[in-house]
C-alpha cells in the first residue's frame, strides 16, 4: 500500500511516497535524471573530445556537489539548488573557455549524479527514505537544473562552443 507525504526542502516541494509494510529502502535508478542525462554526456565527451577535462571538470563538481549533499529524513539526500550550476560554470570556463557550454553539461550532470547519489548510497538506510531513487526525486531537478543553468552561463560568459577560426 502506498501513501504520500510532502517535505520541503530550500523551499522545495518533494512529494515522498511512503510503503507501508515495506522492510527495507527500494534503490531504483530515475531515466530521465540518470540514464539519459549519463548517455548525453557520453556522447558529447567523445563529440567534443574533451576526455581529460571532462574528467577533472566532473572530479571538481562532484567533490563539491558531495560536500554540499546532505540527508534529509524521510526525503533521501538533498543538495541545494543554485550553487552546483554557479560551480559548474565557472569550472567549465576556466578549463575550456571554448567547448565550455558541452563540458558545463557534462560536469554539472556527472558530477551532481556521482556527488549527490553515488557517493551517498550509504547514508540512505538510515535516513528512512521508503525509496531511494538514483537521478530521481530532488536531484532529477538539480541534475536538470544544474547541466541546463550551467550550460545558459557558460553560453553566456564564454564561447559558444566553437573555437575561432583559423587562418
Given at each position: 500500500m502506498r501513501t504520500q507525504r510532502v517535505r520541503y526542502y530550500y523551499g522545495v516541494p518533494y512529494v515522498v511516497p511512503v510503503l507501508v509494510n515495506s522492510p527495507g529502502t527500494v534503490i531504483a535508478v530515475n531515466l530521465g535524471g540518470a540514464v539519459i542525462p549519463f548517455c548525453l554526456s557520453l556522447y558529447l565527451i567523445v563529440k567534443h573530445r574533451l576526455y581529460g577535462?571532462?574528467?577533472?571538470?566532473?572530479?571538481?563538481?562532484?567533490?563539491?556537489v558531495h560536500?554540499?549533499?546532505?540527508?534529509?529524513?524521510?526525503?533521501?539526500?538533498?543538495?541545494?539548488?543554485?550553487?552546483?550550476?554557479?560551480?559548474?560554470?565557472?569550472?567549465?570556463?576556466?578549463l575550456s573557455r571554448w567547448r565550455a557550454a558541452p563540458l558545463a553539461y557534462i560536469a554539472g550532470s556527472l558530477g551532481t549524479l556521482i556527488g549527490a547519489d553515488l557517493l551517498n548510497l550509504d547514508k540512505i538506510r538510515g535516513i528512512g527514505a521508503p525509496v531511494a531513487s538514483i537521478g530521481g526525486a530532488g536531484k532529477f531537478d538539480g541534475i536538470f537544473l544544474t547541466g541546463i543553468v550551467a550550460v545558459l552561463l557558460a553560453g553566456l560568459l564564454g564561447g559558444g562552443g566553437h573555437a575561432p577560426a583559423r587562418a
Amino acid at each position: 500500500m502506498r501513501t504520500q507525504r510532502v517535505r520541503y526542502y530550500y523551499g522545495v516541494p518533494y512529494v515522498v511516497p511512503v510503503l507501508v509494510n515495506s522492510p527495507g529502502t527500494v534503490i531504483a535508478v530515475n531515466l530521465g535524471g540518470a540514464v539519459i542525462p549519463f548517455c548525453l554526456s557520453l556522447y558529447l565527451i567523445v563529440k567534443h573530445r574533451l576526455y581529460g577535462r571532462a574528467f577533472v571538470a566532473v572530479g571538481i563538481v562532484t567533490v563539491v556537489v558531495h560536500l554540499m549533499a546532505h540527508p534529509v529524513p524521510g526525503v533521501g539526500i538533498a543538495v541545494p539548488i543554485f550553487i552546483p550550476p554557479l560551480v559548474t560554470a565557472l569550472v567549465a570556463l576556466t578549463l575550456s573557455r571554448w567547448r565550455a557550454a558541452p563540458l558545463a553539461y557534462i560536469a554539472g550532470s556527472l558530477g551532481t549524479l556521482i556527488g549527490a547519489d553515488l557517493l551517498n548510497l550509504d547514508k540512505i538506510r538510515g535516513i528512512g527514505a521508503p525509496v531511494a531513487s538514483i537521478g530521481g526525486a530532488g536531484k532529477f531537478d538539480g541534475i536538470f537544473l544544474t547541466g541546463i543553468v550551467a550550460v545558459l552561463l557558460a553560453g553566456l560568459l564564454g564561447g559558444g562552443g566553437h573555437a575561432p577560426a583559423r587562418a
